[in-house]
């Protein structure tokens, strides 16, 4: 394999991630971001995102000289033959993707680059982004009198936050659009690695790309929305929704993965990429009604776990309250649309004293996302010692080491509402406790 040289313009999670992993295959890697500090810590070897492997993985790659770290993409633009586009593109004016900071990145390179490269977008943008993106370039390009072509790849990730050195390494599939044999012979280059492994390369046009991330992902959301919408159907019936996903997830042409029940989907990728291909739809003129139902039913799962706080508990105003887990999902400290934060807002206005709350990883991020009165603790035993009430809103593995009964022994009052079905609702009960999940009597 011949060593590539190549740019990540942003080190946010994806950008990160895959500078990382692209050093670690063999590539020469220089990342940038216009945030200093963040670009300081990197150079001392530090890592300002929380990812199992990530720390160990940069260190490595920095040491051999693998990688570096700037905030000038000039340097970027000049050094390097393909120009990977990581940026953020959150939701927007209109619930639109914001595809500002795309725009900044392809802006840039037309105003700078001195001959042909490869402009990779690894952000999630709407299908047609490339299209704009291409005439950003050119309109900069133009500015100038030069006309040096930029050749234009779709290469979304699929990286699960918490496994996404695995979802790298050992790909699912690997998704690249492109217009022209050389962007194809470069993509191909870049991933050859993988591809000697055994990776599924998978080849399209550049639109069946970018549309492919949007189709992924807001069909996982749909698998959510709908085994929590089974859930509600369990509990007013008697069924275990437990059960009925095991009978659904056996069937190979369901499969098990996100058939759990609970309060719904959070993080920054299914919130976005479900409004943002509803706007899609709404444009082309294509009827949105599946993705405004499953949108729906995630905002109502919230709510209705409220509900059954209240149902059990009563008046919750005056009562003290315990929080375990506060990120979108274990193994991260993503708070993005994290559905502890409409739970604890939502209880907090209906006038609950105190709520004191622990997550291994997310507290620091919890400070800037959860109301100053919310306490955090420095371990699950001091968030739930002394409270009415225990609430479960990440299913970290290790709350499974507390027995029924340690949880009894330290909560004042008798009340787990389990959002995420941690425990055995049976257990729980012979420990005297007054137990409520999802889905399940």
């Not at 690695?193 to 549309?211: F, H, K």
Request: hydrophobic share 40%; charged share 25%; with cysteine.
């Amino acid at each position: 394999m011949c060593s590539m040289k190549i740019c990540v313009v942003g080190t946010g999670y994806v950008g990160l991630v895959s500078a990382a992993c692209f050093s670690e295959i063999g590539h020469d890697v220089v990342g940038v971001d216009i945030d200093e500090k963040k670009v300081e810590m990197l150079k001392q070897g530090g890592c300002p995102i929380y990812e199992p492997g990530l720390p160990e993985l940069l260190a490595k790659n920095i040491e051999a000289g693998k990688i570096t770290f700037t905030t000038n993409l000039d340097e970027g633009i000049h050094e390097c033959e393909l120009i990977m586009a990581a940026v953020g593109t959150p939701v927007g004016q209109g619930r639109r993707a914001d595809l500002s900071q795309v725009e900044s990145v392809c802006r840039t390179i037309g105003q700078h680059t001195n001959d042909e490269r490869i402009l990779v977008i690894k952000s999630t943008v709407p299908v047609g982004t490339s299209k704009k993106c291409q005439i950003w370039v050119e309109e900069e390009m133009e500015k100038r009198g030069v006309n040096h072509h930029v050749h234009l790849v779709s290469n979304p990730e699929f990286l699960r936050e918490g496994k996404a050195i695995k979802d790298f390494m050992e790909p699912d599939r690997i998704v690249v659009g492109f217009r022209d044999e050389k962007a194809g012979t470069a993509m191909r280059e870049l991933y050859k690695p993988l591809i000697d492994q055994g990776s599924n390369y998978l080849e399209m046009n550049v639109e069946s790309s970018e549309l492919t991330k949007y189709a992924s992902n807001s069909f996982l959301a749909t698998k959510i929305s709908f085994v929590n919408f089974m859930a509600q159907l369990c509990e007013e019936c008697g069924a275990n929704v437990e059960r009925v996903a095991e009978g659904m997830g056996t069937d190979s042409r369901i499969g098990a993965q996100f058939l759990n029940a609970g309060i719904g989907y959070g993080g920054s990728c299914f919130p976005k990429d479900v409004q943002a291909l509803i706007k899609t739809s709404d444009a082309l003129g294509v009827d949105s009604q599946l993705l405004r139902d499953v949108e729906t039913i995630n905002e109502r799962q919230r709510e209705s776990f409220v509900r059954k706080i209240e149902k059990s508990v009563g008046n919750v105003r005056g009562k003290s309250f315990g929080v375990w887990g506060l990120a979108f999902k274990p193994d991260t400290d993503d708070m993005r649309s994290a559905p502890s934060i409409d739970i604890i807002n939502m209880l907090l206005d209906k006038g609950v004293s105190k709520i004191k709350a622990y997550d291994p990883v997310a507290i620091e991020v919890a400070k800037r996302s959860l109301p100053e009165v919310v306490e955090f603790t420095e371990n699950e035993k001091d968030a739930a010692a002394g409270a009415d009430v225990l609430l479960i809103l990440t299913e970290w593995s290790h709350w499974q080491e507390w027995s029924p009964e340690q949880i009894a022994s330290v909560l004042s009052g008798k009340h787990v509402i389990d959002g995420r079905n941690v425990f055995d609702p049976e257990e729980m009960r012979e420990a005297g406790l007054e137990y409520i999940s999802v889905g399940r009597m």
